[in-house]
C-alpha cells in the first residue's frame, strides 16, 4: 500500500479495535482484514456524496458481512458523514447509540441495509442491482447510473441464499454488481478447511459471474482487480485474499480476532505493529484530510448529476418514485366500486390478480414477481412485461425455484427506492424466506408478500404444502402486517393498505379455493383490521369471529344459529395489527364481554385467545394436514357447519 | 430401452397418468419423463428387499422431487411392497389413502422420507449418506454397506439448501451418494431459462461432486452414466436429459404436464403412443412378473446380510441402535444429581454442554454439531471427535455456515436411523432452517435443536440476532416441543426428555447469559411442562409464569410482592407441549382463576393469553430488540423488579 492509503486504512483499524475494546465486544477481525480494501474502494472508486447520504444516484455500498460493522462506521465517519460522530463510534454498542452491534439501515443514513444474518446483505446488493438498472431503462442514464458494491464473507458464500442471489444475478446479468470477498479462509469455528472444500471461483463462474483475485492488502493488486471486475459486463467477485485481523501481530490469522475485543496488551501490539501512536478513537489530522479528500471525490459528480435532474423533463416523476410516493389515482377506487357491485365469487388469489391489473397499470412502481408459482400465484398482469437483460424495463421478474433470494432483493429494490416490489410463493413457502421477511420488517421497508394457497383449502398437495402454522406465525414478526381476506372486496382492500403502509412489509395471505364476496357493504372496514361484518338478528350471545376462508362459514354458522334464536355477530378480522391500533372502546364493541367469543380459522389456535380468551371457543387445526379434496379436509377438521353449531351450543350450555 | 424395461417404464407412466386422473389432481409430467431412469435403477442397481423394507443396509431411494409422488408409489407397488396396494393407488390424494399428495415416511414403509419442499429431499439424502458412512466406520462393511440414491428436479438443484447440502456432501467426500437429476429443463413458469442460466455441471463439479450425463430415455445410456457415478469416488450427479410429461404426445415437453391431469383425450393419445392398451389401474401380466422379478433383486443379499448379523458379535448393539434405543445407563441420573447439589450459576447453553459430557459418553448414537458455532452453542463434547472424510466415525460434524443444511441432514440421520442428531445454532437463526425443523416435526423425528442466545439476553450483536418471535413461533408448530429451561437442572431435564421422546423433535431455546440455579429441588417437574417453582407464602393474589431466563426474575418479583404482603406463586414452563398434555384439575391448580395471572418472557406477548387468559398481564416484548449489554437491555424492555412490581400492583389495584 501506498504509504497514506496505509495510514488512511489503519485509521480504520484503530478505530475498530478502539471501539470494540470500549464496548468490551464486537468483531475487529474483519474490519482490520479488509481495511485495505475498503480504502481503495471508497478513496478511488465509490461515487458517494457524505453531505447528501439520499443522492438518488449514489453507488450503494452493502456490508453483507455485517458483523464487521465497525469497517461501515469507520468509513462513514472518517469520509465525512454527519454520523456517526465519533462520540457515537465510542459508544458503539451501548443503548441508544447508532453504532449498533451490527449496522442497520434506520440507525444511520449511509448504512444502505440492515446486515448480520449471514447471506442476505449479498442477496439484498442483487435487488439494489436489479432496482438500478430498471430505473435507468426508465430514467436514462443521465439520472441513474451507479454501481452496487458488497463486501462479503466466507459465511455470505457458505450460505444457501447465497446460491439463490449469485443465480439470479448472474441470469440477469447485472454488471454494474461488484462482490468485494474478504477471503481470509477463516470461520468461527476455525479454518474454512474444516467445513468446506469449495472452488469458490469456478462456482461463481458457472452461474454466470466473472471473478477476479488480489492481494487483499496490495493496493495496487486491490485496485487492478476492481478495475478488471469494472471491464467485465458480468456480475464479478473480486476474491481479495486477506489476513483477518490484519496488524493484531499476535492474534491475526486466527478466529480468535473474529468476534471478541483483542484485549489491551494486543491492542497496543497492533497500534506499535500498524505505527499507530495516536490516542483511542483519536485521527491524526493529515490523515484525516486524507479521508476528507477522500469523500469529496464525488462531489462534482454530485454537482453534475443534481444540474442534469433539475433540467429533466422528467424531474418530477423521477423525484416523487423515489420518494416512494403513489400517484394520485392508484386505480384501487375505480376498481374496488366496480367489485363492489359486481361480487365476484373468486379465489382471493384471483382477486389479488384482479387487484393488480388495477393496480400495475397505474403504479409504475411496481415491480411483481414469483418464485416460480406465477399461475399459481396470480401475479402477473398484462402491464407487467418480463424483467430480462434485454429488457431491464419490464416489471416482472421470473424469479426461478428461489423464495429466500426473491425476498432478499424485493428488501433491496425496496431499500434502493423508486421500486415497490411484490412477489409470490405458497403461504408454506414462507418458512424458506422467513429471515428476510423479518428484515423487511426490522428494516421498514414496504416490501408486499403475495402469500397463496394459505389453508387446507389447497387440498390434494397435502401436508407438506398446508400451512397450519404460518399466519400466526407471521402474526408474531414485529412491524409486519398479516392480511387474510375473506373475499375480492377485502383483498383489494388489502392492496390498498400495504400499499399505503411506507414504514413496513405487508403479506397477504390468499386462499386457492373460490370465496364467496361478503364485504361489499362494509365500506372500507378493513382498515380498521377487524369489524363487524354482520350483527345478530336475535339478541346476541356470540360473537363469531374469522379470517379468510373461514368468514363464509362464520356467517353460515351464524345463520344457524339465529334460526335456533341464538344471536350471533360475525366479525371478520383481515389483519390483527391494525386491530391492535384500535382504541379500547372499539376493541370491547368488537369482543364484548357479554357473549360467547368463537374465533374460526384454520390454523393453528395459539394466539386467538388473545380475542376470545381463555374461555372463548377455538376452531383451529393443530396437528398437520392432510392430502384429500379441499371439502373433505374441512369436513375432516371439523369445519363444518354441522360440527360448529353443536359446539357452541354446548358451551352456550343452552 | 430394451422393450421389456421399456414396458416396465410405460407401467410406471400409465398408472402415474390414471392415479393423476382420478384424483383430477397431481403432477404426472415428472414421473412419465423419470420413468426409464426409475425403472434402471430399480431393476438393476437399488439394493432392496420389498419383504423388508426396514432391513437396515437397504439402499436408501429419496423421491426429492416430491411433486412426483406418483413415481415412487408405482415403484413400490410394482416392485412388491405390500403398500401401496393398487387401492391405495386409485385413492391417490383422498382422504386417509396413504398415497398422498406428496410422499410421507409416516404414510409408507420404503418412502425414506417426507419430500415437496424443494431441495429438503437432497439435504435429507446427505444426511442419510453421511450416517451410512459413520455407521459403517462402527460397525463395518458386513453391517453397513449400501447407497444413498436420490431422484431431484430442477427446483431441488435452484434452491439454496442445494447449495449448502452439495457443500457439505462433497467436503465429506461421501461418494456413495447418487443424484439423478431430472433434467427436462421445464419448471412451473416455463423453460428454466426464464430464470436460471447456471452451469449445473460446472457448480457441482466446484463442489467436489463427480457429474455424468446421460440420455434419460436410453436404458444403455443411464446404466452407463450410473456406472461411471458409481466407479467414481466422489458423491455424483447424473444429470438426465429428459422429456417432462414423456409420452403424453400434445403435451409432452411443457410445463403443461406438470401439475395437473392430462385429461381424457391426452390420456387416450399417450396410451395410444405408449402401447399401453391395458385398463386403467391394470398391469398386465408379463410386465408384472417383470417388476416382480426385479423387487426380489437383491433377496439374496439380504439373506446373506442377515445371515452376517446372526453371526455378528455387533448384532444386539446394532440391533438397538437402529431401532433407537437409548442405553440403560445414559449417564444423566448421576449428572443430574451432582448438578442439583452443586447449583451451577451458568448459561443453560453452557449447562447443555455439562449435560451433553455426561450424555455423549454414554449415548455412542449421539452425533452433534454446529453451522459454525461450536464455541458458542457449546455443542462438542470430549466425546466427539470431528467427523471427516479421513474419520467418518467422528461424532462432529463442522457443518458449516449452513443452518439449512445442517437441519436437513440431521433429519436425513434420524431417518436413516442408528443416529440421534443434535445441531447447534442461534435461535434467530432458526429462521433460516425452518422448514426443516417442520420437516423433523411432520416425519416425527428425534431431532434435538440447539439453539442458544435465546433472547435480548445475548446483549450486544443487536436486533438483528436477538430472537423476539421465534420461541413463540417455534411452539406454533404442530408436534415440536419447544424447552425453553431456566437453569442448568432444567436444562438437564430438557436434554432427558428431548433423548426420550421418539416421535418428534424438540428445541432447546438456551441463554448466553449466565442464570442461577433455581429448580434443583423441583424433582423432576419439568416433565409436566410447566410446575410451580415457588409457592406463595402470604395469601396467594398473584401467579407469575415465567420460561428461562425470566423465571429467576419471577422469583425476585415475587419476593418484592411478597415483601408487601401480596402472595404469588412462581410458575417455571420449561415446555408449553408438556403443559398442554397434563389435564384440566393439574392445568387448574397452577393456573387458579381466583389470582391475577402474570406472564414474564423476553419475547412477543402473543400466545401467552392461552395461559393468562385476556384479563392477565403479559411482560413481554413486542418490537424488535436493541444493540446493548444485556443488563441494559432488560432495563430498558422494563424486565427489573422496579419496573413490573408496581404495573402488578396497578393491575391488581391494591
Redesign the interface.
Known sequence: MHSDTQQMANAIRALAMDAVEA?N??HPGMPMGMADVATILYSRYLKHNPADPHWADRDRFVLSA??GSMLAYALLHLSGYARPTMADIRNF?????PC???P?NIELAGVEC?????GQGLAMAVGMAIAERHLNAEFGDALVDHRTWVVAG??CL???????AI??A??LRLGRLNVLWDDNRI????ATD???????A??Y????WHVAQCDGHDGVDIARAIDEALADPRPSLSACRTIIGKGAPNKQGTSATHGAALGKDEVAAARAELGWNAAPFEIPADIAADWASAGQRSADDHAEWQARLAASPARDSFTARMAGELPADTGLDAYLNKIRAEKPNVATRKASEMALEALTAAVPALVGG?A?????NNTKTRSTA?LTPENYGGRYI????????MAAAMNGMALHGGIIPYGGTFL??S??C??AI??S??QEQRVIYVLTHDSIGL???????QP??HV??L?????LHVFRPCDAVETAEAWGLALARTDGPSVLALSRQNLPSLSENSGGASARGAYRLRAATAKRRVVLAATGSEVALAVDVATALEGQGIGADVVSMPCWELFVEQDAAYNADIFPDDALLVAMEAG?T??W???V???GLIIGI???G????AP??FA?FGFTVDAIVPKIIAKLGV
Chains 1, 2 share one sequence.
Open positions: 464496548a465486544s464486537g455485517g458483523h454498542r451501548q443503548l441508544h447509540s449498533a452491534g451490527h442497520e440492515t446486515t448480520g444474518p449471514l466466507d459465511g457458505m450460505e444457501g441464499v447465497n446460491h439463490e443465480g439470479l448472474g441470469h470461520t468461527i469455528d476455525g474444516l467445513s468446506t472444500s469449495e472452488d469458490v469456478a462456482r463462474r458457472a452461474t454466470g414469483s416460480d408459482l406465477t399461475g399459481s418480463p421470473y424469479y426461478g425455484i428461489r423464495e429466500f433470494g408454506i413457502f418458512d424458506y422467513r429471515n423479518r428484515l420488517a426490522l387440498g390434494e398437495d397435502g401436508p407438506t404444502h397450519v402454522e400466526m406465525s402474526r408474531a414478526i414485529p412491524n393453528v395459539l394466539g385467545e388473545r380475542h380468551g381463555r374461555d393443530d396437528s398437520f392432510a392430502s384429500a379434496p373433505d379436509l375432516h
